[in-house]
């Protein structure tokens, strides 16, 4: 089996990893963000790759006309979620949710036998206006789709059960056209959780770049430090120690796996004039080993993000938070991200993406081997 594919909504192409392993190969992609589009563009250098937006009514038909001169019979969407998303504000008439309209026209225009819808679970939930009326995007793609693709009937699936360290539940759509008589489904849940102990467990411990204090003072806090960032790049140029501010250093240092900083008595995040700071409980928060990450967003820079805190090692294991402290009082690097999102080592980023991009990708892209399942599972139906 070899098919030919479309990808909108592409970004950095996260989604696409494990396609070629699969005999799947990328000839069109579309992206909007510039600096993402560079990045799609270095991983795949021979795909044709169109920059733009896709509401944009000559884009549109750029994208599409491609496809079809492509002979393009695979398609996977990945739109935006924050509009849908429970982290988002949920808008009623938030324009990126009629995105899907843009997908269905390219099935209808490019009739791929195997189509991939990926989002947040809330797009079942979700309505948008179509013709004058409101209607939930599940029930729209089902109306204008169901005749000709079978669609399949466990779509909300967590990563988490097919070899992603990372807890992240997402509705996947996988549609077979009724050409080619398969029902596609996601395959059995793996027995075996992958954790952050399995994906990052490994790699070297690394101290935070405290970017507000001397020197002098970060060399005092951290003696080896440098040791630690050498051993690190030593891995990979993208295991590198991350930038926090001194006071939230601290209250890390003091704070257990698994917890929170709020529960310290005296090492509590502060603001900079050292007053107690406001925050949910979910914040300032060390992961565990022995479960899987939670939810990798786009803020995993912020230590005062949600649940982005690295697990850490007892360095003092004390239940008396003066004597407490814990190693690696930082959230995750980059290369830590990608092993929890499920990308490889050898992942090819170019060395001029910025980080914040970069955590911003895998933040909101779905983890490849999540991806990779649906794959392996076509395989064993396509070919009976």
Same mark, same amino acid.
């Given at each position: 089996m070899e098919l030919r594919a479309l990808s909108m909504f592409a970004s950095a192409g996260i989604a696409e990893t494990y396609f070629e392993k699969h005999n799947i190969i990328v000839r069109v992609a579309s992206e909007l963000l510039p600096e993402r589009v560079e990045i799609y563009r270095h991983l795949y250098p021979k795909v044709n790759m169109i920059e733009g937006d896709i509401t944009n009514e000559a884009i549109f038909e750029k994208v599409v006309s491609t496809a =079809?001169? %492509?002979k393009c019979n695979f398609l996977i969407a990945t739109p935006p979620c924050q509009g849908m998303s429970t982290a988002g504000k949920q808008l009623k008439d938030d324009p990126r949710n009629r995105l899907i309209i843009q997908v269905v026209e390219a099935i209808k225009r =490019?009739? +791929?036998l195997f189509v991939i819808i990926e989002n947040v679970p809330e797009i079942l939930h979700t309505k948008i206006e179509v013709?004058? %009326? #409101? !209607?939930? !995007?599940? %029930?729209?793609l089902k109306s204008e789709l169901g005749n000709e693709y079978c669609f399949n009937k466990n779509r909300v699936v967590n990563a988490m059960h097919y070899g992603v360290a990372q807890s992240r539940e997402r509705c996947v759509y996988l549609l077979a056209h009724v050409s080619?008589? !398969? /029902? #596609?489904e996601f395959p059995e849940k793996t027995g075996k959780v992958t954790t952050m102990r399995d994906a990052i467990g490994d790699l070297p411990s690394l101290d935070p770049d405290v970017t507000d204090v001397s020197e002098t003072t970060k060399l005092e806090l951290f003696p080896e430090y440098y040791e630690k960032k050498a051993r690190g790049l030593a891995v990979s140029p993208w295991h590198y120690p991350p930038k926090h501010k001194y006071r939230h250093v601290i209250a890390m240092m003091h704070t257990a796996e698994g917890c929170t900083a709020w529960n310290n008595e005296k090492y509590y995040p502060t603001l900079a004039d050292g007053s107690k700071s406001k925050g949910y409980k979910n914040t300032y928060k060390r992961q565990w080993w022995d479960k +899987?990450?939670?939810t990798v967003t786009k803020y995993t820079s912020r230590i005062g993000s949600q649940e982005n805190g /690295? +697990?850490?090692r007892p360095i003092v294991d004390s239940s008396n938070e003066e004597e407490r402290l814990w190693s690696d009082a930082r959230v995750l690097s980059i290369f830590e991200l990608m092993r929890v999102t499920s990308l490889p080592d050898d992942w090819n980023i170019p060395s001029w993406a910025s980080s914040n991009v970069l955590r911003e990708i895998m933040g909101e892209g779905v983890p490849p081997r999540l991806i990779e399942a649906a794959l392996i599972s076509l395989e064993q139906v396509y070919e009976q």
């Open positions: =079809v001169d %492509e =490019v009739k +791929p013709d004058g %009326e #409101w !209607i939930l !995007i599940d %029930e729209y080619t008589g !398969i /029902h #596609w +899987p990450a939670y /690295h +697990p850490g």
